[in-house]
């Protein structure tokens, strides 16, 4: 079955204290990104990668990592999470980069 | 700043009627428009798309219709059901001050009512 994965689904964590979001899509997709949606703000992208060891920032990528040093994966980390980070993320891969498929989401809690 | 806008949060249809979503976006640049349905605790699905140089696309119950001049698209689900009842998301893509980005608008809320 075609998907994109994410782990964890649920976090809560602590400020300061760095954590890992992973993202596996099965599909061979060039394309992948992450997003976060906040209530009245919708979905706002934080980073992109074209493909292996290729990324590039969004709209909102301050105090967010990514690697892709393999075309299924897509991890987002983040290094000193904070308050303001508490939000429900998404992982999308595609083949270009308008169908893109997303993952079931983060949500993701820093107190 | 949004570049891409839905500016009805919310909307409430009775079933078998048509519903009307709208966008408006501010970056002449897009040249591709997708709409994206979401479920409570589901991840966004992909709907339906137009290309710039189409002013019309149909898929079954889902007709997208882009207006350059104005900036603006709209999603008109015919007849509308139950299960069409979710948040809907208008994006856009092209080159931006984001490079090759995909923009969200906020989402507009569908209800439909029995």
């Known amino acids: 079955e075609a998907q994109v994965t994410q782990n964890p689904r649920y976090l809560i964590t602590v400020t300061g204290k760095k954590l890992t979001v992973t993202c596996s899509q099965n599909?061979?997709?060039?394309?992948m990104s992450w997003y976060r949606q906040d209530p009245g703000l919708g979905l706002r992208q934080i980073y992109y990668s074209m493909n292996v060891e290729v990324t590039d920032k969004g709209d909102v990528p301050e105090g967010y990592k990514v690697s892709r040093k393999e075309k299924r994966n897509f991890p987002l980390i983040l290094e000193s999470p904070s308050p303001n980070q508490t939000s429900l993320y998404f992982c999308?891969?595609?083949?270009?980069?308008?169908?893109?498929?997303f993952g079931p989401g983060t949500r993701l809690t820093v107190t | 700043d949004q570049q891409v806008k839905q500016n009805s949060p919310s909307l409430s249809v009775q079933e078998g009627r048509i519903s009307i979503l709208n966008c408006d976006y501010t970056n002449s640049m897009f040249d591709y428009f997708l709409w994206y349905k979401k479920y409570p605790a589901e991840g966004p699905t992909f709907l339906i798309s137009i290309s710039s140089i189409k002013d019309k696309n149909e898929d079954g119950r889902f007709t997208v219709f882009l207006n350059k001049s104005a900036k603006h698209l709209s999603l008109h689900i015919v007849p509308s059901q139950p299960g069409d009842s979710a948040v809907y998301f208008c994006a856009a893509s092209g080159v931006s001050n984001s490079g090759y980005a995909l923009n969200f608008g906020k989402g507009t809320s569908l209800l439909v009512t029995p």
């Open positions: 999308a891969s595609a083949t270009g980069i308008y169908e893109q498929y």
């Open positions: 599909m061979n997709h060039e394309y």
